[in-house]
């Protein structure tokens, strides 16, 4: 059992050592997670002699094996319950993070595994992220990012790099959501902003910012 607290910590490092496969600093926790630097140092210790991270001082931060279990379980019931509120409760996928970010810390595992089952044993969540498994694998999509595309290239919208509220309601103000098709029909060199075909009609002009956070099948 972890605080509510803990387990946020737990998952931001998880989601700052892009996925675990490096190392983090307390001040990028700190920024994240809106607190000071000395917080994070006690929080660290603590963690660290629950055997949750790998910590020392002045050094980077990295999850143990039994941390990236802990963070896979929160991450899974984040996206569960963000599943459950689109489908089930008709939520909009601007609406969902924040009451997923309450509803993750419930322990129950048996309720997580009926939730699940519930569902279908859905494999992404609305907004295309990957849903762990109860034993932390994730099925992984292929995917690129809209801002690493040339002309002539498209694919279908398959997730998103930012689930912010204003992000999202941006994307359904444009018409895009996931499925959708995008082909780039030109980019602008001076600031890197494309020019797209979206689902064979609409013509958009997309911001580099817009696009670097947008993933289309690879």
Not at 7 to 12: G, T, V
Not at 134 to 144: F, S
């Amino acid at each position: 059992m972890h605080s509510y607290t803990e387990e946020n910590y737990i998952k931001a490092i998880y989601k700052l050592s892009d996925n675990g496969q490096q190392e983090v600093n307390t001040n990028a926790i700190a920024e994240v997670l809106e607190t000071k630097a000395a917080s994070v140092t006690d929080m660290l210790r603590k963690l660290s002699a629950k055997d949750i991270v790998n910590y020392v001082k002045y050094k980077g931060v990295s999850l143990t094996p039994q941390g990236e279990r802990v963070a896979l379980q929160i991450i899974r019931k984040h996206r569960l319950w963000e599943t459950f509120l689109v489908e089930k409760l008709k939520f909009n996928w601007d609406e969902v993070h924040e009451v997923a970010e309450e509803l993750e810390h419930i322990s129950s595992t048996l309720l997580t595994n009926r939730l699940d089952e519930f569902l279908g044993y859905p494999k992404f969540d609305p907004h295309g992220d990957p849903i762990p498994t109860e034993n932390g694998e994730m099925k992984l999509k292929k995917q690129q990012l809209l801002g690493e595309m040339n002309t002539g290239d498209e694919g279908k919208v398959v997730g998103v790099n930012d689930s912010q509220p204003l992000f999202l309601q941006y994307l359904d103000k444009l018409g895009i959501g996931l499925g959708s098709h995008i082909k780039v029909t030109d980019k602008i060199l001076y600031d890197n902003s494309l020019e797209v075909e979206l689902n064979g009609k609409k013509q958009l002009l997309l911001s580099n910012e817009v696009c670097r956070n947008i993933y289309l099948s690879a």
